[in-house]
């Protein structure tokens, strides 16, 4: 069984910083990509950044220049250090990754999600 779990979230002041975390864990498994959605409330949920199947990132245009994606491939982890942060920014953060396994094939996993909050 595979699992995402996230820590990071939390609140700031408009203008602060935060940075999330997300590891995958279990046996027997490979990424095909991993990153952040969030979703604010009455909202749908959103692609924040990204790591492609092929390596590459992509952001939603509202955080480019503000947050970056990273990742550590050999601990299955992916950060997102978010920057000025605004009020708009306030969700909750949701890692999601498709993970191959000999059993479930390609699937969709999301963690938890962290709650970030950012006060204007």
């Known amino acids: 069984q595979v699992q995402l779990v996230e820590s990071g979230g939390g609140l700031v002041q408009a203008g602060g910083s935060l940075r999330l975390s997300c590891a995958a864990s279990g046996s027997s498994f490979s990424i095909n990509g991993m990153g952040w959605y969030r979703q604010a409330p009455g909202k749908q949920r959103e692609l924040v950044a990204r790591f492609t199947r092929g390596g590459s990132i992509v952001y939603v245009d509202s955080v480019k220049g503000r947050f970056t994606i990273s990742g550590d491939g050999a601990k299955n982890t992916v950060f997102l250090q978010m920057n000025s942060l605004k009020a708009e920014d306030t969700a909750v953060y949701y890692c999601?990754?498709?993970?191959?396994?000999?059993?479930?094939?390609?699937?969709?996993?999301w963690g938890q999600g962290t709650q970030v909050t950012v006060s204007s």
């Open positions: 999601n990754s498709r993970i191959y396994t000999a059993t479930t094939l390609f699937r969709d996993y």
